[in-house]
């Protein structure tokens, strides 16, 4: 069965440090990746997305990810953060062709950004 | 554009009435909408997957009389929690995929349900 880690469950850091959130799936596919972030109080949104060519995607918000198809990896990073990236961050998977759209999420990491 | 809203945001129940939950895409038409439970801090879990004018696929575990699922457009499903109890209290999401094909899904804001 497919699953989606999330390495971290909890990170906290101060404004201005680096961050990085890793994700591994266990697909030997196809498969396109998101990264959704939800803020306290909020719904999801999505981040960034990759489908295909560039292995490095930017998103929203100075959020950029890698895919590394060899380490079946999806890892997020943002180089300075800010007290508003407080969030929790969901990895998400989808296995092409045969998931019908459904999407496997991680189990989340909540980031704290201390000011 | 890609808005998806529900409604109610949040609900407070009898234990053993029954709730409905309204998954809607507003600006775009949606093939497939998917429910999700969301547990405190916790991940999503995919309950069901909605396909408009068919019938409702549940994931492993999910009872589908409990939880029973409408799609009859293409910008509407919805959610029927029967007899709820305080174990069905939670965060229930929806989400949306666009008919154009996009392999990307739209999320709702998500309902609260409580159930006393």
């Known amino acids: 069965a497919q699953s989606v880690s999330q390495h971290n469950h909890h990170v906290i850091l101060s404004e201005a440090a680096s961050l990085e959130l890793g994700c591994n799936y266990s697909y030997g596919g196809t498969v396109n990746l998101f990264w959704y972030v939800q803020y306290p109080g909020q719904h999801l949104q999505l981040l960034l997305k990759?489908?295909?060519?560039?292995?490095l995607v930017k998103g929203i918000k100075g959020f950029e990810a890698e895919f590394i198809k060899s380490k079946f990896s999806f890892n997020l990073r943002k180089p300075s953060v800010q007290w508003s990236d407080t969030a929790e961050y969901f990895c998400?998977?989808?296995?092409?062709?045969?998931?019908?759209?459904?999407?496997?999420f991680g189990a989340g990491t909540q980031v704290v950004v201390t000011p | 554009g890609a808005v998806v809203s529900q409604h109610p945001s949040w609900v407070i129940c009898k234990s053993g009435t029954s709730v409905k939950i309204e998954c809607r895409s507003l600006?775009?038409?949606?093939?497939?909408m998917f429910w999700y439970r969301q547990f405190p801090k916790q991940s999503l879990m995919l309950m069901a997957t909605s396909n408009e004018g068919s019938k409702a696929t549940y994931e492993q575990g999910v009872e589908k009389d409990k939880f029973l699922i409408n799609h009859a457009s293409l910008t509407l499903s919805t959610l029927t929690v029967t007899s709820a109890h305080p174990e069905d209290s939670s965060f229930y999401i929806c989400?949306?995929?666009?008919?154009?094909?996009?392999?990307?899904?739209?999320f709702g804001p998500g309902t609260r349900l409580t159930v006393l």
């Open positions: 990759y489908f295909s060519g560039d292995p």
């Open positions: 600006d775009f038409q949606a093939t497939t």
């Open positions: 998400a998977v989808l296995r092409l062709p045969d998931s019908w759209g459904k999407l496997q």
């Open positions: 989400s949306a995929t666009p008919t154009s094909g996009v392999h990307e899904q739209f």
